[in-house]
């Protein structure tokens, strides 16, 4: 069975970074596309950013530039590196793989002003 489980979260203050964790178990991460998708409060969930099974990386526009996704094949997890976080980031934060419907738990992310 294929588990992800996010974590990493918290709440910080705007301007700080933060890096969440998705780990895999009956699964192998490094052959697979991987999203990382945000849900705030009330609204839907949109994409992140993806890292494909070459390593090859997509962003979001609102992202770009400050968030990066990374993969630590020996412990297969991927990494979302968030940096100069805004308070518009605060959501709730999932990673999937994609084409599938496994998805992690969620891990809250949270920004102050």
């Known amino acids: 069975q294929v588990q992800l489980v996010e974590s990493g979260g918290g709440l910080v203050q705007a301007g700080e970074s933060l890096r969440l964790s998705c780990a895999a178990s009956?699964?192998?991460?490094?052959?697979?596309?991987i999203g990382w998708y945000r849900q705030a409060p009330g609204k839907q969930r949109d994409l992140v950013g993806t890292?494909?099974?070459?390593?090859?990386?997509y962003y979001a526009d609102s992202v770009k530039g400050r968030f990066t996704i990374s993969r630590d094949n020996a412990k297969n997890t991927v990494y979302l590196q968030m940096n100069s976080l805004k308070p518009e980031d605060t959501a709730v934060y999932y990673c999937?793989?994609?084409?599938?419907?496994?998805w992690g738990q969620g891990t809250q992310v949270t920004v102050s002003s």
């Open positions: 999937t793989i994609i084409g599938t419907h496994y």
């Open positions: 890292i494909s099974s070459f390593g090859t990386t």
């Open positions: 009956g699964s192998t991460l490094s052959l697979k596309a």
